[in-house]
């Protein structure tokens, strides 16, 4: 099942929506108290298209999905700067009898 984004005529596959789990001592502690999950995902993916993804590979209820864009820092390398990327970051809350398991 692809996923299209209005943005653009781009097609994703939900595998290809989420990069990877975000799972960080703040992502856990979410993750127990509010039911909320953090993914990496690809920067043209909407919030449908993450919630469509995270109901279709995990199998469970999305409530609301919330967005940010992260933008690259500066960092040094000997005597070269340079940027890293930037990234998109899905924040994902689920219907409360619902869980995914990370570990």
Do not use: C
């Amino acid at each position: 099942m692809a996923i299209t984004t209005n943005n653009s005529k781009l097609t994703l596959d939900p595998h290809q929506v989420l990069v990877r789990p975000l799972v960080t001592e703040k992502g856990v502690e979410r993750s127990t108290e509010n039911n909320q999950y953090a993914f990496e995902v690809s920067p043209q993916a909407t919030k449908e298209d993450v919630k469509r993804a995270v109901e279709t590979l995990f199998e469970v209820k999305v409530a609301k999905v919330n967005t940010q864009t992260r933008k690259g820092k500066t960092r040094r390398y000997r005597f070269r700067t340079g940027m890293t990327k930037a990234w998109k970051k899905a924040l994902v809350t689920l219907d409360p009898e619902h869980r995914i398991d990370f570990f």
